[in-house]
Every structure is written in structure tokens, then in C-alpha cells.
């Protein structure tokens, strides 16, 4: 019993770290994203740029004090169903982890 009840704890910590360190750096969880919703090919190839534009109009209609930064993928992946590119991309902060959230076309 109780070495089953260890086994629980150890598997649950090594599920809580990967998921600490895989939304650790805003590339990191972009890379993720990514590679959760299928592409984890593109996942591995592509580079990541900031999004200029939409940080500059972000930082003047910024209201609120959570930390939001743009992501643009320069070889992004293809959407089969609405065969559009999946090109830019939200990084938001929440504590000391960062999510990713596609945000559309540039």
C-alpha cells in the first residue's frame, strides 16, 4: 500500500514539473501550443519572432497590468480545415507561467 502511494506522488510531481517547464519562457509555451494542436513537426522547425505591431498597439491600449506579448512564426503551420496559416500568436503571463493562444491573421 504504501509503495503504491509513493508511486502516485512521484508520478504526479514528474506531471507537474513537465508542465512547469514546458510553460516556463513564452517560447517554450508557444512551442507547446503548438505542438499540442498537432504540428509537432513545426513545432521543432519553426523560429519565433516578436510581433512588433501588435506589441506597439498592445503597450498603448494596455489597460490592465497582466504581461500580454504578439508571437509571430515565421514557418507557421496550415490549418486544414480553413487552410489559413497559423501565424500569430497571444503569449500571455499568468503568475510565472506563460500560455499560448493563437490570435489570427496579422
Known amino acids: 500500500m504504501k509503495k503504491k502511494v509513493v508511486t502516485i506522488i512521484i508520478t504526479l510531481c514528474s506531471f507537474i514539473l513537465t508542465f512547469i517547464i514546458l510553460h516556463s519562457t513564452p517560447h517554450t509555451s508557444l512551442r507547446t ?9 513545426v513545432s521543432f522547425n519553426t523560429s519565433i519572432k516578436d510581433d512588433e505591431l501588435h506589441n506597439k498597439l498592445n503597450q498603448q491600449d494596455n489597460v490592465s497590468d497582466e504581461f500580454v506579448k504578439f ?5 507557421p503551420p496550415l490549418d486544414k480545415a480553413t487552410e489559413s496559416k497559423l501565424s500569430n500568436y497571444k503569449i500571455t503571463k499568468i503568475g510565472f507561467l506563460f500560455f499560448a493562444r493563437y490570435f489570427g491573421e496579422a
Do not use: D, Q
Open 33 to 41: 501550443h503548438i505542438f499540442m494542436t498537432g504540428h509537432p513537426i
Open 71 to 75: 508571437y509571430t512564426l515565421t514557418s
